[in-house]
C-alpha cells in the first residue's frame, strides 16, 4: 500500500494510538484491550500503513494500567509482527501514578510521550507537576528514550523551549493536542499560531497533531496540509463518521491515507519514518 502511494512530494508518519485509557467496549467494541487484541488491531494498523504505534496497557476489566510485564507482552508481540514499527509508550497521567507513570521507560521503547505542562481533562484536572515533569525527563535521559512533546496548551510550547534552550534533549518530536474537552479546543488560528511559534523556536523538529472526537479529520487535514504529521486511532476517536463507529484502528488508518492522498503526501514507510525522526533503524 505504501509503495504505491509513493507518487507525491513528502512523506507524511501515520500513527495509530491504538487503545489510550478512557474509552471502553461498551463506547466500542473495537477498542483492542487485552493485550492479544492490542498485538491484532497493531498489526492491521500497520498493514495499512501506520508506522507509529502509540500504546497503553488496560487490566483485564479494562480500567487503566502501568503494569510493566504487560508493557513486555505488548512490546514484543509489537516488534515479532509489525517489524520496525516506531513503538512508542503513553507516560499520560491516567495510567499510574506520580512516579509509577515512567517505569515502563525501562523497556526501552523508540519513543514515549511527555507531558510538559498540566491542563484541564473533561473530569479532572491533568497534573504534571515540574517535580514530576524532571523525574520523568531524568527517565527519559537515562533509558535513551526519545520524547514525543505533548502540547495541549500554548504555554506546554514555552515550556518546551526551556527545555530545549537547556539542552537536555538533543532529539524529540513534537504533538500538538486539540479538541480535548475543556482544554485547547480545535481552532485554526490557533493551530497556526501554534505553528508559528514551533517553526521559530524549533526549525528541525518534526511535529504532528492529533483532534479528539469529532476532530480528528479536520486536524488529520490540517496536518497534512501544513508539512506535518498525522495521529489518529480509537485512543482520540471511535467513529468513522457521525453515526456510525469505527469498527478498527485499521479503519481510522485507511482514512488517514485518504488524507494523506488528497493533500499530495505519501505515507511514510516504517524505514523513512526512522529516519525523519532520527531513530535508530531496525534490523
Ligand atoms: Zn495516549
Redesign the pocket.
Known amino acids: 500500500m505504501r509503495n504505491n502511494l509513493k507518487s507525491s512530494r513528502k512523506p507524511c508518519i501515520i500513527c495509530v494510538?491504538i487503545t489510550?485509557?478512557v474509552g471502553q467496549k461498551a463506547n466500542n467494541p473495537s477498542i483492542p484491550i487485552s493485550i492479544q487484541e492490542q498485538i491484532e488491531s497493531t498489526q492491521e494498523s500497520f498493514e495499512a500503513g501506520a508506522s507509529i504505534v502509540?500504546c497503553?496497557v488496560r487490566n483485564n476489566d479494562g480500567s487503566p494500567s502501568s503494569d510493566i510485564e504487560k508493557f513486555f507482552l505488548l512490546f514484543e508481540g509489537i516488534k515479532k509482527f509489525c517489524p520496525g514499527m516506531v513503538i512508542q509508550f503513553?507516560t499520560?497521567g491516567r495510567s499510574g501514578k506520580g512516579e509509577e507513570r515512567g517505569k515502563m521507560l525501562s523497556l526501552k521503547p523508540d519513543m514515549a510521550?511527555l507531558s510538559v505542562g498540566s491542563t484541564n481533562f473533561p473530569d479532572r484536572v491533568y497534573e504534571n507537576s515540574p517535580q514530576l515533569i524532571n523525574w520523568l525527563i531524568r527517565e527519559f535521559q537515562r533509558n535513551s528514550v526519545i520524547p514525543e512533546i505533548e502540547i495541549f496548551d500554548m504555554s506546554h510550547i514555552f515550556q518546551l523551549k526551556n527545555i530545549f534552550d537547556q539542552k537536555i534533549f538533543e532529539n524529540f518530536y513534537i504533538q500538538i493536542v486539540m479538541g480535548v474537552k475543556n482544554s485547547m479546543p480545535a481552532n485554526k488560528k490557533v493551530f497556526d499560531f501554534y505553528l508559528n511559534l514551533i517553526k521559530d523556536f524549533f526549525p528541525k523538529i518534526q511535529w504532528c497533531a492529533a483532534g479528539i472526537g469529532k476532530d480528528q479529520f479536520k486536524i488529520n487535514e490540517w496536518a497534512a496540509l501544513s508539512g506535518g504529521h498525522i495521529r489518529t486511532g480509537l485512543?482520540d476517536n471511535i467513529r468513522l463518521e457521525k453515526d456510525l463507529l469505527a469498527p478498527s484502528n485499521a479503519s481510522l488508518v485507511k482514512k488517514a491515507v485518504e488524507i494523506c492522498i488528497k493533500n499530495n503526501r505519501y505515507v511514510s514507510s516504517c524505514d523513512e519514518t526512522r529516519e525523519i525522526l532520527c531513530l535508530k533503524k531496525k534490523v
Do not use: K, L, M, R
Open positions: 494510538a489510550g485509557s502509540h497503553h503513553s499520560g510521550s485512543e
